[in-house]
């Protein structure tokens, strides 16, 4: 559809927009973060039985709002609703071209102008006056579309201006066979193909396409079957059959190339019904003279499909993988005849397909008003072709292709399409299924035989290994369609075999990936042939666990979704690390990479929401909305279910988050420890999980009652433990002895059908005699949506943003294993811990696949994503004690605006715009590299030091320079400007600090206070503080501000922080109470220069620290070193926040705590984005190394300073 622009509408006819509405129809709409909403609930049938009003109602279902009065905004605004109708289709009609719009609902349309001597089970259509149809039929049968209008000619009469490429693409699309004559002339426009506006003719011969109206019943299985027209692919060996207006049917096939009515055509069989009906058609349009309606029957269409492409149509599809068992495989599936009362009078068959799965028979009928029929193959006591033996071998003769089935229970699911427990019939049984394909039979006699050999295995090992021996010899015996490519220009760069996982079931198939595209085709061809991923639209890709073995990779096209487009298990580690490493490779220019740091630092900083970060550190904990057994796991955060106001701003209505559910309860936990302390090891506190398959689905059952009958065995739970309440459940997890289970994210989303029994499922009685339908809400909430709207309110109050760390320590920190997790009651089974046991190392089968059961059934804990205590997030409340009184409150009245406010505004301006940053002027005053750089306060004078031992001052106004002054014949590294711009300071590789008076031209004092090199300078409140090679940094006082001309001064060692290692860098925080060092080994330490102790040691680069800096408001510390990278560290906690790299070290650098304006080796000023994780711009500067830079108060002027000897003076322009 890129080949349709909005600035070149194209008048498409409604049977087009309509098979686009249709094909997206089949769309999965998520009713939730989590699992798929399932329509499940048996539509009503009209008295009459029209087949059509069926479909109506199963689309009503599917609606999620009124349909719209008005169509949207011309014909281009169509065909855009057309594909974004997911779960929902629309009608349009038309007379002419684009005149006289029709815009009706489809249950409306379908019921309308029937005539009363209509049957009630026909379908009325009707041409316009110009002989074109404008209404379009379409029956959802087993994932086909039958269209029936003139389609073929009328699409290509209203794309006549049109390209004619544009032409066989919309055709392939949606699998129309276009004859070779036509396909020949992709050259040219259709006006020109044609002559004089008329359609060419099929092969050349007869009247246009367009001078006659046909009638086509095309199969599109899906919108991913596309036909490629240059790969000869356009509906392979199957036929389209024609209705034409007279009444007469044809078939053709692809290979035919002939004119219907020419050579090559074949008369179709027609039912008795259609050819009365025939005849009135012809008798309608003659009297109505091109204006007439025509009637067809629904179930001959039906009839002709089956005959001519050999696959029945249905009224929907019920069978889905869910009907399976839990690790059960469908292999395959075989259009059939369900036989009942073989050889009787009473003979019935019932149409269907029949699907071999690895541990039972389904046999799906056509029919929704009839139950799938699920025969388990451990309970079949014989399998054969019928009439091999005794008195059936007569019948076997005339009836061939019989599967016999004998067996003691059988399960019927789905009756009427209804969600229900499954109805268990039990006692010998004999049934018969009678294949399409006779010549198969004793293929799939011979597959089911081994598949009952497997499940009548003793041990359930064995049985594993069995069907695991026969799923991988299916998938060795077929490999990946190449067929499928998108393009025949795509290069395969590897093929491999795996599973596609969806919650509670996988499906075996094939792995393939190209330079563009994704792809997995499931071995059995269900749901669809193909899934196809596009590289370009990945956002994220994620290893998993799965099973607690590292086979698992999920991809994502979208940046905040928890929902997956694809979760894949594969068979061997090496495959799916392959496969993720192509992946990444191609991701690495376009993505960037997210970690747990880099989220925290956006959380912290405010930039995601409390739901967003615990939504991302789900995602990197393994938890996956496909597997149930590591479903996203939520916190409670509520404690009041009672009152009739949610009170948020008293901190008693929240839960404390510093303590596990099981902990809550002051009482029940001391029950707990009693038999903790008394228990062999390995110990645990709590004998459930917070969070396992049956947890969620306890929460979910009303949206996913599927899920749940495969979970339990075709049964739901007892009506009273099912989610009935919130306050009920709330109540039972405080006090209830084995119940410790948390929330999911649907709780403080916007979906409210978790909540509503919508579907109208029958739940079951409770004890009461109240039937279990809505979830019983709080007082305090007027309905689902307030109740989720205030849930989402409390998961982002105050309260809860400073306390949210506390739980985020517990489940995904460093209070989930080992000592801190017991003195935090935190200690769950085992098995539920990763790496808690090691599945390779279990020789025996049963004992593997017992344990693996278990693990996925208990639930499991995710996966650890922090070692240290979480950070707090940054709140306008938030005060830290002691040496973290970071942020000093400014002493201005409310309603006074401050010079600080002011200043803060620009500074924010500045750095919204220091992308825009325009080199000004540059001077060469040095002969040595720059090292540093000291400014007055009104910006006129510029002072600079050098590797050439020189400091220089240099005038800005007169771009002049003034003084040079040389204090040894050592490099001076770093200089600085007391208040009152009267004093430079200078630190010298000579071991001495150096003082420069600017009113007296002369060295006014000597500070001789190391024993190697000095490093760096800092100053701050009459305090000086000097970093050494010598590996110390000292704090020494009596340094003025302003310094007598000619007294020299004392200076008082006040603290002496000794390091292991050279120290090349410090920092001091705003208010002075905090230093920061980085030494020759990569290490920075963090000071608390009130006590002079040592806060954190953090090993952060791989090679010396280049540069620190304390973010403005103190609460992070920034690092770059030689090694390439960028490193944020949380001061409070001492943990390393956020990692980013690049391919040369960064020598200096600037920060606002969100954006980083760094100096490379290249000469580069480099702008990074910490929130978002990537370098958004990069500014040509020196062209030697940047090893210095300086900034302005107001952010508004920045001088740096290089290897290439020069100062250069940048401004913003914005």
Not at 334 to 351: C, D, F, M, P, W
Not at 637 to 654: G, V
Not at 722 to 751: H, Q, R, V
Not at 770 to 798: I, T, Y
Request: glycine share 8%; with cysteine; proline share 5%.
């Amino acid at each position: 559809m890129a080949l349709i622009s909005p600035s070149n509408e194209i008048a498409l006819p409604a049977a087009m927009i309509v098979t686009l509405g249709a094909c997206v129809m089949r769309v999965v709409r998520i009713g939730s973060p989590g699992l798929p909403q399932i329509l499940t609930a048996s539509p009503r049938r009209s008295k009459e039985g029209d087949e059509a009003l069926v479909m109506a109602n199963i689309l009503e279902r599917m609606m999620d709002s009124p349909w719209p009065s008005a169509p949207p905004h011309g014909i281009w605004g169509m065909v855009q609703l057309a594909f974004a109708a997911v779960g929902r289709l629309y009608l349009y009609g038309h007379a002419g071209y684009t005149s006289s719009m029709t815009w009706r609902p489809l249950p409306l349309l379908l019921g309308d102008r029937i005539p009363s001597n209509a049957p009630p089970d026909h379908i009325i259509t009707e041409p316009s006056s110009k002989g074109r149809w404008i209404f379009t039929l379409v029956l959802h049968h087993l994932g086909h579309f039958v269209i029936v209008d003139g389609f073929v000619g009328c699409l290509l009469e209203t794309l006549k201006y049109a390209s004619y490429k544009v032409v066989l693409i919309l055709a392939a699309a949606l699998g129309v066979v276009v004859p070779e004559g036509l396909r020949a002339k992709d050259s040219c426009s259709v006006r020109e193909a044609g002559g004089q506006g008329r359609i060419p003719s099929w092969g050349g011969k007869g009247k246009g396409a367009g001078s006659r109206a046909w009638a086509w019943a095309v199969a599109v299985p899906s919108i991913s079957e596309k036909c490629c027209m240059t790969t000869s692919r356009a509906l392979p060996s199957r036929l389209v059959a024609g209705l034409p207006h007279s009444g007469q049917a044809y078939f053709r096939s692809e290979e035919e190339k002939g004119e219907p009515g020419g050579e090559g055509e074949e008369l179709m069989e027609e039912s008795p019904g259609f050819r009365e009906r025939k005849s009135q058609s012809t008798e309608s349009k003659e009297k109505e003279s091109g204006n007439f309606v025509a009637v067809i029957r629904i179930a001959e269409i039906e009839e002709m499909y089956r005959r001519n492409i050999g696959k029945p149509m249905k009224d929907g599809g019920q069978f889905s993988l869910l009907l399976l068992n839990l690790e059960e495989y469908y292999f395959e599936q075989h259009t059939a005849n369900y036989v009942q009362h073989v050889g009787s009078l009473e003979e019935r068959k019932i149409r269907g397909s029949l699907k071999i799965c690895s541990k039972s028979v389904i046999f799906e009928p056509d029919k929704i008003s009839q139950p799938i029929i699920k025969i388990p193959l451990r309970d079949c006591i014989k399998i054969g072709k019928h009439g091999e033996n005794g008195a059936n071998r007569h019948f076997a003769k005339e009836k061939s292709g019989g599967i016999l089935i004998i067996f003691s229970q059988v399960y019927f699911i789905k009756e009427h399409n209804i969600v229900a427990p499954y109805k268990i019939e039990r006692g010998k049984m004999e049934y018969v299924f009678e294949l399409d394909v006779s010549g198969k039979v004793e293929d799939v006699v011979e597959t089911l035989l081994q598949l009952h050999r497997a499940s009548c295995l003793d041990k359930l090992g064995d049985q594993t290994a069995m069907i695991t021996a026969i799923l991988q010899s299916r998938l060795a015996r077929t490999s990946f369609d190449k067929n499928r490519f998108q393009s025949v220009s795509e290069k395969l760069h590897m093929e491999c075999k795996a599973e596609m996982v969806t919650p509670l079931v996988t499906n075996p198939g094939h792995v393939c990936i190209t330079d563009t595209n994704l792809y997995f085709q499931p071995l059995n061809g269900y749901p669809k042939p193909v899934v196809q991923i596009t590289l370009q639209d990945v956002r994220r890709i994620y290893k998993r666990r799965h099973g607690l073995m590292p086979l698992g990779l999920e991809v994502f096209c979208t940046e905040d979704d928890l929902c997956s487009d694809i979760y894949l298990k594969f068979y061997e580690p090496q495959d799916r690390d392959d496969l993720y490493y192509f992946i990444a490779t191609y991701l690495e220019h376009h993505v960037a990479e997210h970690t747990a740091e880099s989220y925290m630092l956006q959380w912290q900083r405010g930039h995601l929401s409390n739901y967003q970060y615990l939504l991302h550190l789900n995602n990197l904990a393994d938890r996956s909305c496909n597997d149930l057994s590591q479903y996203p796991v939520f916190p409670w955060i509520i404690n009041d279910y009672h009152s009739t106001e949610l009170d948020l701003s008293n901190p008693a209505t929240f839960r404390d988050l510093s303590k596990p559910v099981g902990a809550l309860n002051k009482e029940r936990l001391e029950r707990l420890l009693t038999r903790y302390q008394e228990m062999p090891e390995p110990k645990f506190m709590y004998g459930s999980h917070y969070s396992s398959p049956g947890y969620v689905l306890f929460y979910l059952v009303r949206i996913a009652p599927e899920y749940m009958l495969c979970l339990q065995n075709g049964r739901f739970d007892n009506a009273d433990r099912m989610f009935n309440s919130i306050a009920e459940t709330w109540k039972n997890c405080l006090d209830g002895a084995t119940d410790f289970k948390e929330l999911i994210p649907e709780f403080y989303g916007d979906d409210v059908s978790f909540l509503v029994n919508s579907l109208k499922l029958d739940l079951g009685k409770r004890q009461g005699g109240q039937m279990v339908d809505d979830v019983e809400l709080p007082p305090w909430a007027s309905g689902p949506k307030d109740f989720l709207q205030k849930s989402k309110d409390a998961l982002e109050s105050n309260y809860v943003s400073e306390h949210l760390h506390e739980w985020i320590d517990l489940v995904f920190g460093y209070k989930q294993k080992g000592s801190d997790a017991v003195g935090a009651h935190n200690v769950f089974h085992p098995l539920t811990y990763e790496g808690g046991v090691d599945l390779n190392s279990i020789e025996d089968p049963d004992e593997k696949v017992a344990m693996l059961t278990q693990i996925l059934e208990f639930g499991q804990t995710p996966k650890q994503l922090f070692v240290t205590p979480h950070p707090r997030r940054i709140t306008s409340k938030f005060k830290v004690p002691s040496y973290n009184s970071l942020v000093e409150d400014s002493p201005v009245s409310p309603g006074e605006e401050s010079f600080e406010d002011l200043t803060e505004e620009s500074k924010s301006l500045a750095w919204n715009n220091i992308t825009k940053l325009q080199l000004h002027e540059q001077h060469k005053i040095h002969k040595e590299a720059v090292t540093g750089i000291a400014v007055s306060r009104n910006g006129s004078s510029v002072f600079t030091t050098s590797l050439d031992s020189t400091l220089k001052m240099f005038s800005k106004e007169s771009k002049m320079l003034q003084r040079s002054i040389s204090f040894s014949n050592m490099a001076l590294s770093s200089c600085l400007l007391l208040p009152g711009d009267s004093t430079v300071i200078s630190s010298s590789w000579d071991n001495n600090v150096y003082f420069y008076s600017i009113a007296f031209g002369r060295c006014q004092d000597t500070l001789m206070g190391h024993d190697d090199a000095v490093s760096k300078i800092c100053w701050h409140d009459n305090r000086l503080y000097s970093a050494s090679w010598d590996s110390t940094v000292k704090v020494w006082s009596g340094v003025p501000a302003e310094m007598p001309g000619t007294k020299r001064h004392q200076f008082d060692l006040l603290a002496e922080l000794e390091h292991e290692v050279s120290v090349d860098t410090i920092s001091l925080n705003a208010v002075g109470t905090l230093l920061a060092s980085g030494t020759k080994e990569g290490i920075v330490n963090i000071w608390d220069l009130t006590t002079a102790t040592l806060l954190h040691q953090i090993s952060c680069h791989s090679k010396t620290v280049c540069d620190t800096a304390f973010s403005p408001d103190s609460r992070h510390v920034l690092s770059t070193g030689a090694d390439g990278c960028l490193k944020v560290i949380d001061v409070q906690t001492g943990m390393l926040i956020s990692t980013m790299t690049s391919e040369e070290p960064q020598r200096c650098f600037i920060w606002d705590g969100n954006s980083v304006l760094s100096g490379s080796q290249s000469g580069e000023l480099l702008v990074w984005d910490l929130l978002g994780a990537r370098i958004s711009e990069r500014i040509q500067g020196h062209t030697g190394a940047v090893t210095c830079i300086w900034m302005n108060e107001q952010c508004s002027s920045i001088i740096t300073g290089g290897e290439d000897r020069q100062i250069m003076f940048w401004k913003l322009q914005y």
